[in-house]
């Protein structure tokens, strides 16, 4: 059964940092990997998705990156900005009916 | 473009009430849907999924059910609600090997 793991769990930097977010899967088989954020009491809004074929991702001040063969994706944020606090969530996609199953989070607090 | 309408936004419910939450897409069609639930401290949980019409899959056994009477309409319902129902709600939409997209969530509070 698949198992996707965050850490850290929580994180706070001051403003300007760059910053790493970790996320591990226990089943390498993957279709690809997606990662979210979500605002407290809001729904989640899609960052990256990234395809098992392919290494990493980027979008303006984030880039992801996918390493399938050992289970692991980083999240990295580039001179993190105080709207940049939220909950970053890892998902990764996989089996047969193509669920996708989620990490618990790593809630980013970022300091003016 | 695509869209996902989700209401309502907040719920209050008394224990043993019925509940029905719905969900809408627009500008796709035949998309996979699914609901998920939120517990305070913990992670998201896939509660149903499907891929058509009338076709539904349930991931973990519960007081819950879902339908999906259109192409684009996944509906929650529960008869009874319990305590242990309390979350926040959330549905999706995909088309397999793009990216999900989720609606706004439901709060629901049973007292």
């Known amino acids: 059964k698949q198992e996707v793991t965050q850490i850290p769990a929580a994180l706070s930097v001051p403003e300007g940092e760059n910053l790493v977010l970790n996320c591990s899967f226990t089943?390498?088989?993957?279709?690809?990997l997606q990662w979210f954020r979500q605002d407290p009491g809001k729904g989640l809004t899609s960052l990256l998705l990234?395809?098992?074929?392919?290494r990493e991702q980027t979008s303006g001040r984030l880039n992801a990156s996918l390493d399938k063969s050992s289970g692991r994706s980083t999240l990295y944020i580039a001179a993190s900005q105080p709207g940049d606090s939220a909950t970053y969530l890892c998902?990764?996609?996989?089996?047969?009916?193509?669920?996708?199953?989620f990490g618990k989070g790593t809630k980013l607090s970022v300091k003016p | 473009s695509q869209t996902i309408h989700q209401w309502p936004a907040t719920l209050v419910q008394p224990v043993g009430s019925p509940l029905s939450l719905e969900c809408t897409v627009e500008?796709?069609?035949?998309?996979?849907l699914y609901w998920y639930r939120q517990a305070a401290g913990r992670g998201l949980q896939l509660l149903f999924y499907?891929?058509?019409?009338?076709?539904i899959s349930s991931e973990v056994p519960q007081n819950l059910s879902a339908s999906r009477p259109q192409d684009r309409q996944f509906i929650l319902s529960s008869k009874k609600l319990l305590l242990s129902d309390s979350g926040f709600y959330l549905c999706?939409?995909?088309?397999?090997?793009?990216?999900?997209?989720f609606g706004s969530g439901t709060r629901l509070t049973v007292v």
């Open positions: 999706a939409w995909s088309v397999l090997g793009t990216s999900y997209t």
């Open positions: 089943d390498s088989a993957i279709y690809n």
């Open positions: 990234i395809q098992s074929s392919q």
């Open positions: 998902a990764v996609l996989g089996g047969s009916q193509g669920n996708l199953i």
């Open positions: 500008g796709t069609s035949n998309p996979n």
């Open positions: 499907s891929v058509g019409i009338g076709q």
